[in-house]
């Protein structure tokens, strides 16, 4: 239903909706109502969601396609702004082009069109779920890329003021499925349209192990950009579940970033486990005497959950790890948040007291 305008004459396309349930929203299809709902297509209506939001005295949050999150199953009180914003935009350069594409653009229809104009730089992130404006919040990362390897700037709407904001790459502070959108001071800016550089004769990212082997099962005489694509697709289509069939937000952990010495001492004790160089996470990184940071490695949660645990497939009611990938976790239809999270709790608890690492999720829960 829509709703009667309070205190100011809202624009006639936006229908703020009220008690929308959550799980429609999320790939997850889990959760409860949200108390207003609004769908934004341009920057301004970003700007009158969040005014709204501020007149009706409750707080906001801006989902995309719902795919990196856990609704609550009390749902939201609050307005939920879907961004819906859409447009892609080139502006060439000598080596490379500039793109600009709005924040509600589906992310791999993204990828698939800068593929097709033969663009370096995004192919190894095909396939992921979600929007455009959620890649630089998560910092979205697959095969060897991530999102911050090629975003110029984002453009925002500092929910407080209703004044535009651009924010350079650095000024995102992007960490490894992080930036500076997923803290408490950046959640007040929604991102309207990202801008990327991609290279029109560039290098190929071949190294990761999953890529490697392909092309050597393969037998392609060269690797390209399609075929690359092509390769990253099939490889996550064995991987990730079908969404038609299962609830999910992917993978529901991030990779755990130790130090060497920790790792060294895992080694003893489980000698196949494989490790790969990092950088330093503040939170577990030494500074030594002469102001050196301690070594980190990254560490495929999926090899501990499969190699130590054995959680592929394990199942607690109508949730559980997913049987091609432990790292992700699923709902079997009638699974509810509060599940979800116990499984949650429960493997991450089994992970410390078999590694003595404290995982953290990647799917952001509210």
């Known amino acids: 239903m829509e709703l009667a305008p309070v205190g100011r004459a809202w624009p006639h396309h936006m229908e703020f909706q009220e008690n929308i ?10 959760g409860g109502p949200a108390r207003y709902f609004i769908r934004a297509v341009t920057a301004e209506d970003v700007i009158d969601a969040s005014a709204f939001a501020k ?30 914003i859409p447009g892609v935009s080139f502006e060439e350069r000598a080596t490379e082009v500039l ?9 791999d229809a993204f990828v698939d069109a800068t593929v097709k104009r033969g663009l370096y730089g995004l192919e190894n992130l095909s396939g992921i779920p979600g929007s455009v404006g959620g890649a630089p919040v998560q910092n979205i990362g697959a095969y060897g890329a991530e999102a911050k390897d090629t975003i110029v700037s984002v453009d925002t709407i500092d929910s407080e003021t209703g004044a535009p904001r651009r924010f350079s790459n650095a000024e995102c502070r992007f960490g490894y499925r992080d930036s500076f959108f997923k803290t408490a001071d950046g959640k007040r800016y929604i991102i309207t349209a990202v801008t990327f550089a991609l290279k029109k004769n560039g290098k190929l990212n071949l190294e990761y192990r999953d890529l490697k082997n392909y092309f050597a099962r393969s037998g392609a005489a060269k690797a390209t950009l399609a075929n690359v ?14 969404l038609a069939i299962y609830g999910t937000a992917g993978s529901f ?4 970033i130790i130090t ?36 980190a490695v990254k560490i495929p949660l999926a090899w ?30 009638e699974g509810r948040a509060a599940d979800v999270r116990r499984f949650a709790d429960d493997l991450a608890a089994k992970v410390l007291k078999a590694t003595g690492i404290a995982i953290e999720r990647e799917v952001e829960c509210f």
């Open 55 to 84: 007149e009706k005295g409750v707080p906001f949050f801006a989902v995309g396609a719902g795919s990196n999150l856990l609704a609550s199953d009390n749902g939201f009180a609050g307005l939920i702004i879907k961004i819906e």
């Open 253 to 256: 952990f991030k990779n755990p």
């Open 21 to 30: 349930p959550l799980s429609a929203l999320t790939t997850f299809k889990i």
């Open 304 to 333: 501990i959950l499969d190699n130590i645990l054995h959680y592929k497939g394990v199942a607690a009611g109508e949730v559980g790890s997913f049987k091609a990938q432990p790292l992700v976790l699923v709902s079997r239809g």
């Open 99 to 107: 793109i600009t594409a709005g924040a509600g653009e589906r992310w």
């Open 229 to 242: 694509r092509e390769a990253v697709l099939e490889i996550r289509r064995g991987k990730f579940p079908d």
């Open 260 to 295: 060497k010495k920790q790792f060294d001492e895992l080694k003893k004790r489980f000698p196949d486990m494989p490790g790969f160089p990092a950088v330093a996470d503040s939170r577990i990184s030494d500074v030594g005497r002469r102001g050196q940071q301690e070594e």
